[in-house]
Nanobody
Framework: QVQLVESGGGLVQAGASLRLSCAAS????????MAWFRQAPGKEREFVAA????????CNADSVKGRFTISRDNAENTVYLRMNRLPPEDTAVYYC?????????????????WGQGTQVTVSS
């Protein structure tokens, strides 16, 4: 089992950048594919980005392509989400998730382990 703790959220102005971190503890994070999801007020949780166990493969949602980059450092058991050119529409609680199955999952039900989330608020 793995425990996940997100950090790095905050209040920023439109156009700014943020980097979220997800620290994994328990089992080695390299045993898990990892992903970021987000949930805005009044909306369902949605997929943002995923990364394979080795980091060799990634997948981004269309809404964040070209602006967000997911990466991982397995030596540090940490996954990152670099977010650039943030508009107010990116305001949400961002969640880190892990799955032990092979492949990149794009649906939240494909992930068994979740962090508590970190709030990102982008002001206009």
């Amino acid at each position: 089992q793995v425990q996940l703790v997100e950090s790095g959220g905050g209040l920023v102005q439109a156009g700014a950048s943020l980097r979220l971190s997800c620290a994994a503890s328990g089992r080695t994070s390299s045993n898990y594919a990892m992903a970021w999801f987000r949930q805005a007020p009044g909306k369902e949780r949605e997929f943002v980005a995923a990364i394979a166990r080795s980091g060799a493969y990634t997948c981004n949602a269309d809404s964040v392509k070209g602006r967000f980059t997911i990466s991982r450092d397995n030596a540090e058991n940490t996954v990152y989400l670099r977010m650039n050119r943030l508009p107010p529409e990116d305001t949400a609680v961002y969640y880190c998730a892990a799955r032990s199955r092979l492949g990149l999952g794009l649906q939240d039900h494909e992930y068994a382990y979740w962090g508590q989330g970190t709030q990102v608020t982008v002001s206009s």
